[in-house]
C-alpha cells in the first residue's frame, strides 16, 4: 500500500515544502561560505607573516598609543579650559576716539581708549591735550557701563569697542573684489 497521506497532509506537498526548504538552505549555505571565504581572506592577509606573539605585541602596542592619546586629550582639554578661563578676563575689545579737547589747539590730540574684555568690562582712558598740559583718567567700565559720568568721546569709545567684532565679521564676510576695489 502506497502513502498518500502524513499527517493528514498530501504527500507532494510535503515534499514540496522539503523541497523549498533545501533550497532556502542551499541560499543560506552560499551566503555562509561567501562570507567565510571573505573573512578567511582578511584574517590571511593580517596574520601573513606575522606570528600570533607578534600580533599580539602590535595589539598591545597600539592599546598603550591609545591611551598615551587620551591622556593627552584629557591634558590639552584642560589646559584649553584654563586659557578660555584667563583669555575671557583679558581685553580683547578696543576703541579709540580722537578729538581736539579744546578749541584752541587743532591735530585731534586728545583721545579716549576703551580697553574691553569679552563681558564688555575694563577701563576707558581718556587724555585731555592742552596748551598746559596732558591730562589723562581712568575710568571703570562693568558690562558697558559706568558708574562714573562718561563724555560724548568716551561713550564712543566704549561702543566702538563692544562692536568691534561686529566689524571684523562685516569685513570678512565682505567679497575679495570689495575688499581690494580702488575707486
Known amino acids: 500500500m502506497i502513502l498518500t497521506k502524513a499527517f493528514g497532509i498530501k504527500l507532494e506537498i510535503i515534499i514540496l ?23 578567511s581572506e582578511k584574517y590571511n592577509f593580517i596574520m601573513s607573516g606575522k606570528k600570533g606573539k607578534d600580533l599580539e605585541k602590535i595589539i598591545v602596542t597600539r ?41 584752541d589747539l587743532a591735530g585731534k590730540l586728545s583721545f579716549s581708549l576703551a580697553l574691553l574684555n569679552e563681558d564688555n568690562t575694563g577701563v576707558v582712558l581718556n587724555s585731555m591735550h592742552s596748551k598746559e598740559g596732558c591730562f589723562t583718567y581712568a575710568k571703570e567700565i562693568i558690562k558697558g557701563e559706568s558708574y562714573i559720568a562718561l563724555s560724548e568721546e568716551e561713550k564712543e569709545a566704549i561702543q566702538k569697542a563692544m562692536t568691534v567684532e561686529e566689524e571684523i565679521q562685516k569685513l570678512t564676510q565682505a567679497p575679495e573684489e570689495d575688499l581690494f576695489d580702488i575707486d
Not at 552560499?30 to 571565504?37: A, C, G, I, P, W
Open 17 to 39: 515544502i522539503l523541497l523549498i526548504l533545501i533550497i532556502a538552505l542551499g541560499i543560506m549555505l552560499f551566503f555562509t561560505v561567501r562570507k567565510l571565504d571573505y573573512i
Open 63 to 103: 592599546f598603550k598609543e591609545m591611551d598615551k592619546v587620551k591622556a593627552n586629550e584629557r591634558r590639552v582639554t584642560k589646559e584649553h579650559k584654563e586659557m578660555k578661563a584667563r583669555i575671557s578676563v583679558c581685553f580683547c575689545k578696543m576703541g579709540l576716539v580722537k578729538y581736539d579737547a579744546f578749541n
